[in-house]
């Protein structure tokens, strides 16, 4: 993955979280600082972008039903 050789040559690059679509994790968290951009991390060209600025758009994006 491209922003792991980043981080491994210490290129800059913006925070990124790595979360699986079934996660534990507190998405919550992420968005508290302001809007994120979601990529799938396996997509070419950008096709499964998506900039989101609530839990509930970040939900949809992803194609959760939970909240």
């Given at each position: ?16 979280y790595l979360i ?36 509930e758009e970040f939900?949809?994006k992803l194609g959760?039903?939970?909240?």
């Amino acid at each position: 993955m491209f922003y792991l050789e980043c981080l491994e040559h210490k290129i800059p690059t913006p925070l990124t979280y790595l979360i699986p679509k079934k996660s534990n994790y507190n998405k919550k968290k992420i968005l508290v600082e302001g809007p994120v951009v979601i990529k799938a991390v396996f997509s070419d060209k950008g096709l499964c972008m998506g900039r989101v600025k609530t839990f509930e758009e970040f939900n949809d994006k992803l194609g959760n039903k939970q909240v």
